[in-house]
């Protein structure tokens, strides 16, 4: 680590000293070498041997975000709090910004083939964000940031006019405008800076991008991070998906359980106004739970995708879910409950596959483990009740870990002030497990009512007594 850090140093110091110069461009030749040895592995079909192109990249371009400490008398404490509180202008190293491009966009054929490279591609994604958030969510860079245009579409037939609406503004068509994000090109923004600002990207001025090109270039790093996600979700093979999920979901449990500092230390971040995790903005949680929604969503992938990726998230948002960070916890809970909603609506279960009783086991382990919190199980509750009245014919093999689930829970009464507890909750606690009970009882199907009569029956004689 103190030759990466070296590296660092050398790369992003400003005024350097002669001797250096020759260092920072044998450097910049080192991770441009990589960078085309990782293209090289593409075009010649040896991806699997990239993870150790990829290790030196991630550790070269994913350095420590921390401000250089201003140089103040010792008596001069205003001037330090002041300098201390001053914006700091974001500073990126261009070669850093092309080997943090190449991971991205190079990442998904390489993670595909060897899945060594997924823990480096998910370095560079969290540090990209934290890139993002640190430099812009305080508004104090918001003018060096591109543009954003506003793209209205109206459909090829629509000839209605606002005349043959007889007067009537509510009837008429209104597109909505869609943002359109400029399209940046990270090799031909960098050329062109040299060509513009010529000392600037010179040995002598380090290679430092300008603050408005850098802008632009974690605009378009933080676009690659989406899109990486969304292709991995929509286009990965089987096995691919697999290791693809499987090394996501051991980056979030060793960002959320793990003793050992994160690529960038929490402490080092602001901290968002109305959030209180302790992890900051960014969260691995939060994309394992994206990359399975997006699993749901899409028709192209078959049942036995979706049960493989399932047997490898749940548990992990299970863990997640009675974690001591309520932020964390609420949105485990939250990622359970939007995927089981939209398994629910769009496939439907065929007769002998009894998969939604997996997909509603997550609720059952987290309450009868019994380490989440009264919050927890709150959320839980109202999130069964929910899905209940959205999918009462669809939910079939999964009643039973459901009643499962309502067999452990503690009955209280709660206190108000969190968003999903109901007026009505606030006077009858077990208002919501009746409900279920009441939608069960209801069902017309045979095969469904006697596979889980029995749990019911118990279920209902816990709230009885």
Not at 43 to 66: D, I, K
Not at 230 to 237: P, R, Y
């Amino acid at each position: 680590s103190a030759g990466i850090s070296n590296i660092a140093l050398i790369l992003g110091t400003e005024g350097a000293k002669e001797q250096n110069l020759k260092d920072r461009d044998a450097i910049c030749m080192s991770l441009d070498g990589l960078r085309k040895a990782a293209r090289l592995s593409c075009n010649l079909g040896v991806q699997e041997r990239c993870g150790a192109v990829f290790a030196q990249l991630a550790n070269a371009s994913c350095v420590s975000l921390e401000p250089s400490k201003p140089q103040v008398s010792p008596g001069d404490k205003k001037g330090l709090k002041a300098k201390i509180n001053k914006p700091q202008a974001l500073r990126l190293h261009a070669a850093h910004v092309l080997s943090m491009d190449a991971l991205l966009n190079t990442g998904l054929e390489m993670g595909s083939h060897s899945a060594e490279c997924w823990k480096h591609v998910f370095r560079c994604c969290a540090y990209v964000s934290h890139l993002e958030h640190s430099h812009f969510s305080g508004g104090d860079n918001q003018a060096s940031l591109p543009k954003v245009q506003h793209q209205k579409e109206l459909p090829q037939d629509m000839s209605t006019t606002y005349d043959d609406l007889s007067g009537d503004p509510e009837a008429m068509y209104i597109p909505a405008a869609n943002p359109v994000i400029p399209s940046i090109n990270i090799h031909e923004m960098i050329t062109e800076g040299r060509k513009e600002t010529g000392l600037e990207m010179s040995a002598k001025g380090g290679g430092v991008l300008s603050s408005a090109n850098a802008a632009k270039a974690v605009c378009r790093l933080s676009a690659d991070v989406d899109r990486l996600f969304e292709e991995a979700a929509t286009n990965l093979n089987l096995n691919a998906l697999v290791g693809f999920l499987t090394e996501l979901r051991q980056v979030s449990a060793d960002q959320l359980f793990s003793a050992a500092p994160e690529v960038i230390d929490p402490s080092m971040m602001p901290k968002p106004a109305g959030n209180g995790s302790q992890f900051g903005t960014y969260l691995h949680l939060s994309h394992l739970g994206e990359v399975m929604l997006r699993c749901s969503r899409s028709f192209q992938r078959p049942l036995l995708h979706i049960m493989r990726a399932w047997s490898i998230v749940a548990p992990h948002l299970v863990e997640a879910a009675c974690h001591k960070d309520r932020h964390v916890s609420k949105k485990a809970v939250t990622c359970i409950h939007d995927i089981m909603i939209e398994l629910l609506n769009n496939r439907e279960e065929k007769p002998h596959f009894n998969f939604n009783e997996a997909l509603f086991k997550p609720f059952e382990n987290l309450l009868c483990l019994e380490l989440c919190d009264n919050d927890v199980q709150d959320q839980v509750v109202s999130s069964i009740a929910e899905l209940v009245e959205a999918c009462t014919t669809s939910i079939k093999s999964g009643w039973r870990p459901l009643f499962g689930a309502l067999r452990v829970v503690k009955v209280y009464k709660p206190k108000g002030g969190d968003y999903f507890i109901s007026e009505e909750r606030l006077e009858q606690p077990t208002a919501p497990v009746f409900d279920v009970f009441e939608a069960f009882l209801g069902t017309e199907n045979v095969h469904v009512f006697a596979n889980a009569a029995m749990d019911c029956i118990l279920c209902l004689l816990k709230f009885i007594r």
